[in-house]
């Protein structure tokens, strides 16, 4: 008897790769947990503890992302990450037919007959969510609402009747996966005046537990502000009111954000730099950071930049904040050269 069987296969992805992109979240030392951040929290465990997904939403800037991660490590699960994308498709969440797999027999047994047998199949590669709900792990997507309304259809079975819909595996008799029990949903938006989002189903909305995110309280600014630049609690304080009082002046009140607080105060700490009026270095960063954000606030109907940035730094200061007219980087380098 001779046979010869070979067989042949071609993907672009396996679905392990899939499992290899999820992560196990790890508290950092950086994190802040305020009571704001740890009501919150109990609010959401105690939703997705019931099996209901929980979505985070607010302006850029709140941390909802952190937060979602923060609230993903008390459950103990790995983490499965989607970014929402507008060209997703709904392949992009499930998988999809990613090459072929080819088996040949050829059978000589008789030596003046030659018999082959060849059998083609596509090969189906799992993507990210399919995974997820495949083992249980719990799913974070960062801001769905920028992924197209019907590439999220695929999750209103996964949400409700706790089954994943594979149409393209029907004909090998998997056309449905049931949902892990473990399998837990946590989701994060911008408001949907935001650039780039688009508007949610009512159907996939009515799914979600929705929690208001909106900025965080000043003692959690400030507490943020200091763990994400090592700056003493003084200037922390400085630096949040600054902005805070900025953010009410705003028309929409969504900037400027807690990013802002971060970016002036590793850059004073990074320069041997202080949170003072009288320090030209603070003026000119705080110019540099909040100048896209202080052109939106408006007196009269004008927009009023430095004018109104000296006003709100004299105020939280407490003293006149001395500064040239035409700021430039000199400031900067100076103090730069200083500190090194």
Not at 68 to 75: D, Q, R, T
Not at 139 to 165: A, H, M
Request: aromatic share 6%; charged share 25%.
């Amino acid at each position: 008897m001779n046979q010869l069987a070979m067989t042949e296969s071609s993907s672009a992805a396996h679905s392990e790769d899939a499992e290899r992109d999820n992560v196990v979240p790890e508290p950092s030392e950086q994190f802040v947990l305020t009571p704001y951040v740890e009501q919150v929290t109990q609010r959401a465990l105690t939703y997705l503890s019931v099996g209901y997904p929980v979505h985070f939403a607010g302006p850029a800037g709140t941390g909802k992302t952190t937060l979602a991660f923060h609230v993903a490590s008390k459950l103990g699960r790995p983490v499965t990450l989607i970014h929402g994308d507008d060209e997703f498709e709904s392949s992009d969440l499930v998988g999809r037919d990613s090459g072929y797999r080819r088996s040949k027999l050829v059978d000589n047994y008789i030596h003046s007959v030659l018999k082959t047998e060849e059998d083609i199949n596509t090969l189906w590669v799992e993507n990210r969510l399919t995974t997820a709900c495949k083992r249980g792990f719990t799913l974070i997507y960062d801001e769905f609402t920028r992924s197209r309304p019907e590439t999220n259809n695929v999750l209103l079975s996964i949400l409700e009747e706790k089954i994943l819909n594979l149409p393209k595996l029907g004909r090998h008799g998997e056309g449905y996966l049931e949902v892990h029990p473990g399998f837990r949903a946590i989701f994060t938006s911008n408001p949907e005046e935001y650039v780039g989002t688009h508007k949610t189903q009512d159907a996939l909305m009515d799914r979600l537990v929705t929690l208001r995110i909106d900025h965080y309280d000043r003692e959690s600014e400030v507490g943020i502000t200091r763990a994400k630049s090592g700056i003493g609690r003084s200037e922390a304080e400085v630096i949040v009111d600054l902005v805070r009082e900025l953010r009410e002046m705003g028309a929409s009140r969504h900037r400027p954000t807690i990013r802002a607080c971060i970016a002036i105060a590793r850059v004073l700490v990074h320069l041997g730099a202080h949170a003072r009026s009288d320090d030209s270095v603070f003026q000119a960063v705080c110019r540099d950071v909040l100048h896209t954000d202080t052109a939106k606030v408006t007196r009269q109907d004008q927009l009023v930049v430095t004018l109104k940035l000296d006003e709100v730094m004299e105020k939280v200061c407490g003293s006149k904040a001395r500064h040239s007219r035409h700021p430039n980087g000199s400031h900067i380098q100076r103090k730069e050269n200083e500190h090194a």
